[in-house]
C-alpha cells in the first residue's frame, strides 16, 4: 500500500482544458510537495505546501493542502503542451528516517 | 538550475558486467540518494547518504552498493548486472535544513542490460 495515492493515474486532455489530479493519504504530514518530471529528466519541484488549507498559486497552477494535512490537489487552468509531464507528490516521512515519499504520479498528456 | 549530474545518461550492457553510475553536485550538499524509477513510474529510494562515510539503504532492496568519500560524489555500482536491474537510476542531493527541503535531482541514468 502506497502511503501518498495519486489519481488519476493518466490523463490525455486537449489544450485549453482544465485539470485537477489529487494526492491523498491516511496520514498527516508536515508539509507536501509536488515536482514536475518531463520525460528523459529528473523531477523538479514546483512548490511546498506546509499549512493546512493553504493555496499557492504558480501562474496556471493552483496548489491547495488539506485542512487536515492528509492530502491535496493541483489545478491547471487552460492546459498547454508544455504541461505535459509526470507530476508526483512527495511527503517527508518521519516513520522512514524522515525521508521524501513519493505517490505513484500523474501522468499527463496535452494534445494541441 | 540543480548542478547536479550524472554519467552515464544512457547505458546499454551485458549480463554479468560490473558498473558504477557517476552522480556529483556542485552545490555542497550533505544529503544524496539513489532512486530508481521504471518509466513513468513512482520514485523508490534504494540508497541514501548523510554525509561523508555515511550510507544506507533505503526502501527497496537493492543488490547495488554506494560509497561516500567526498562530499560532492555518490556514486552507485552493481557488480554483476542483470536483465532485473534494467531501469531508470535518478541521482538527488538536498541542503541540510530540518525542514521542507528541495531535493535536486539529476537527469538520472538509464540503464538496459541485456
Known amino acids: 500500500t502506497q502511503l501518498l495515492e495519486q489519481s488519476p493515474q493518466f490523463l490525455s486532455i486537449q489544450e485549453g482544458e482544465n485539470l485537477t489530479v489529487y494526492c491523498n493519504s491516511s496520514?498527516?504530514?508536515?508539509?507536501l510537495q509536488w515536482y514536475r518530471q518531463e520525460p528523459g529528466e529528473g523531477p523538479v519541484l514546483l512548490v511546498t505546501?506546509?499549512?493546512?488549507?493553504e493555496v499557492k498559486k504558480l501562474k496556471r497552477l493552483t496548489f491547495q493542502f488539506g485542512d487536515a494535512r492528509k492530502d491535496s490537489s493541483l489545478h491547471i487552468t487552460a492546459a498547454q503542451p508544455g504541461d505535459t509531464g509526470l507530476y508526483l507528490c512527495?511527503?517527508?516521512?518521519?516513520?522512514?528516517?524522515?525521508?521524501?515519499?513519493f505517490g505513484g504520479g500523474t501522468r499527463l498528456m496535452v494534445k494541441p | 538550475e540543480a548542478d547536479i549530474y550524472q554519467t552515464p545518461r544512457y547505458l546499454v550492457i551485458g549480463t554479468g558486467k560490473k558498473i558504477t553510475l557517476e552522480c556529483s553536485q556542485t552545490?555542497?550538499?550533505?544529503?544524496m540518494y539513489w532512486y530508481q524509477q521504471d518509466p513513468g513510474m513512482e520514485l523508490h529510494l534504494i540508497h541514501y547518504?548523510?554525509?561523508?562515510?555515511?550510507?544506507e539503504k533505503g526502501d527497496l532492496s537493492s543488490e547495488s552498493t554506494v560509497s561516500r568519500i567526498r562530499t560532492e560524489h555518490f556514486p552507485l555500482t552493481l557488480e554483476s548486472a542483470r536483465p532485473s536491474h534494467t531501469s531508470q537510476y535518478l541521482c538527488?542531493?538536498?541542503?541540510?535544513?530540518?525542514?521542507?527541503?528541495?531535493?535536486?535531482f539529476g537527469p538520472g541514468t538509464r540503464l538496459t542490460v541485456l
Open positions: 505546501v506546509v499549512t493546512g488549507g
Open positions: 512527495a511527503a517527508w516521512n518521519n516513520n522512514a528516517g524522515n525521508m521524501l515519499t
Open positions: 538527488a542531493s538536498s541542503p541540510d535544513r530540518e525542514a521542507y527541503n528541495e531535493q535536486f
Open positions: 552545490m555542497g550538499h550533505d544529503k
Open positions: 547518504s548523510y554525509g561523508v562515510n555515511s550510507t
Open positions: 496520514s498527516v504530514f508536515s508539509s
